[in-house]
């Protein structure tokens, strides 16, 4: 078949149709037509992503290369591979797509057009095609030509296995990256955020070669015009919170911080989407229509959702283009952040409900990228464990999180930002005997912060953290007792004893890191009493 679109030069060869660019509908038609899913009573279209649903971590492999070798912070997370492998890997992913259509997305990563790469991802299934449609930049009215040569191809063949005892990898799920190349392979996962975070993770490690502050957050504005972000691991509240119908939405996950202002690096959202209402989450419920992509949602016989259920995942997520999101800023620009919120869901009910930082403090937590994990979300977790994700997304990224950390320090000092650590878990006591924090009560702290109601607060010093809490927020019916930890416990000796015993996870988690900061961020951290 004649080549017009360029596969050849990535050894692709002997297929049949390509389907380059297809609009939102078209692609969902041909996902239907194909049984790659079907259709929820919303008009949603839903698959199911098998053994995969969630990201391979441990399968995630970086091609070890003189140009990249000493930027790359080598753990057990940024894992090295060898040309070798990948070449291998790459030769079985192009094979099989030999005798099968193909759907090309060609698009770019980054709203702000000084800073994003241009992407084309290349797949046999009409649901990943969507996928990168919803939450990747359209590149649609674009000069085409601008992608015969891209910053940056992904070649996604879920459905293809790779074989370690020949290729070389860990199992038959396989995430490499080849930046020589400018290419990166999703082999084996059908998960949609493995196509998502693999292109994040390459803006991890080249936005801040061009001074640009890479953030694993939400951002929104206020009709001010100004700008907040929120940092936070799942299950924290960041597109919860962010999706104020309060204030418009710029994006829900990941953003880039630059001399001129934010970027949403996304198109779309990808929400996770357990347990939401249209009462709760109006903003993401909207969202969820016709062009939407489910996975892992469990629908009943009539097509109906059923939101809470965790059938396949408690891991149940929606792909929906910004332009479907109520508020949403379709550019997905903003000024830089008058405002930062950190937030972690603390099981073990020690951390205020809201507490002002300092930039030594900010950096310190940020550093850390505490929350929780409580009984119940994985097998075998009876009790709360400390979760800790250096920038609150190590997972992502490629560099030394003191190296974000920095970023983040300087844009604090240049714009004066206000940093809060906010507590959207428990008060009261650990999960299990305290009670989680009202989410009303989250947002009108986080409303008070933005609208400089707590600038006029008296804050006072809590003891084993250095936090400074306000004594009460003016204009709200937050009660005086809940910004206190110690106050809503019963038995304040119970509270001293956990307050001392988180205090110390943190001092282990950051000892690793203890050799690239300052004493003064060190000292930052908790006071073991």
């Not at 994006?251 to 934010?262: A, L, M, T, V």
Request: net charge neutral; proline share 5%; hydrophobic share 35%.
């Amino acid at each position: 078949m004649e080549d017009k679109f360029g596969l050849n030069k990535y050894g692709i060869t002997n297929f049949k149709r390509v389907f380059r660019n297809l609009t939102r509908t078209e692609l969902t038609e041909e996902a239907a037509k194909r049984n790659e899913g079907f259709f929820t009573n919303l008009g949603a279209f839903n698959i199911l992503t098998g053994k995969n649903t969630g990201r391979s971590p441990k399968d995630r492999f970086i091609v070890d290369q003189k140009s990249i070798h000493n930027k790359i912070d080598w753990n057990d997370i940024n894992m090295p591979t060898t040309e070798d492998v990948f070449n291998k890997v790459f030769v079985r992913a192009t094979a099989y797509l030999q005798e099968k259509d193909i759907f090309i997305y060609d698009g770019f990563v980054g709203h702000d057009p000084h800073y994003s790469l241009s992407l084309r991802v290349i797949t046999d299934l009409a649901s990943t095609a969507l996928l990168s449609e919803n939450v990747f930049v359209s590149g649609r009215d674009k000069d085409p030509s601008i992608w015969e040569n891209p910053d940056f191809t992904v070649i996604a063949v879920p459905f293809c296995k790779a074989v370690p005892e020949i290729d070389g990898t860990r199992s038959d799920v396989a995430i490499l990256f080849n930046f020589d190349k400018k290419i990166a392979i999703v082999m084996g996962s059908r998960y949609g955020g493995e196509v998502k975070k693999v292109m994040f993770s390459i803006m991890n490690l080249i936005l801040p070669e061009k001074n640009v502050f890479p953030m694993h957050c939400s951002a929104n504005m206020g009709k001010d015009n100004t700008t907040a972000l929120y940092f936070g691991l799942s299950g924290t509240g960041k597109t919860t919170l962010s999706t104020d119908p309060e204030r418009i939405l710029i994006g829900d996950d990941e953003h880039g911080w630059s001399n001129s202002g934010i970027f949403n690096i996304e198109g779309g959202c990808y929400a996770k989407v357990i347990g939401i209402a249209p009462d709760t989450d109006p903003e993401i419920y909207s969202g969820i229509k016709f062009g939407t992509l489910l996975e892992n949602v469990d629908v009943r016989e009539d097509r109906t959702i059923d939101f809470a259920s965790k059938k396949y995942t408690e891991n149940t997520r929606a792909a929906i283009p910004l332009e479907y999101v109520p508020n949403a800023k379709l550019d997905a620009t903003g000024p830089s952040p008058s405002t930062i919120f950190f937030l972690s869901a603390d099981a073990f009910g020690i951390l205020p409900p809201i507490s002002k930082l300092t930039k030594a403090q900010a950096m310190y937590y940020f550093i850390s990228g505490y929350t929780a994990k409580v009984a119940g979300t994985e097998t075998g977790v009876v009790q709360p464990i400390p979760t800790f994700s250096a920038c609150f997304g190590a997972p992502f990224m490629m560099r030394h999180p003191v190296e974000y950390a920095e970023m983040l320090g300087e844009k604090i000092s240049r714009h004066n930002v206000d940093v809060y650590l906010v507590n959207t878990g428990w008060a009261g006591g650990p999960y299990g005997t305290g009670s989680r924090i009202k989410l009303r009560y989250t947002r009108a702290m986080i409303r008070a912060a933005l609208n400089g109601t707590l600038k006029k607060a008296e804050f006072v010093k809590e003891p084993y953290f250095g936090l400074q809490i306000p004594k009460e927020i003016p204009g709200t019916d937050i009660p005086v007792k809940l910004l206190n930890p110690v106050e809503n416990w019963k038995n304040k000796s119970n509270y001293e004893i956990t307050a001392r015993k988180l205090a110390i996870e943190f001092h282990k988690n950051f000892e690793k890191f203890s050799d690239r900061v300052s004493k003064e961020i060190i000292n930052a951290g908790p006071v073991i009493k």
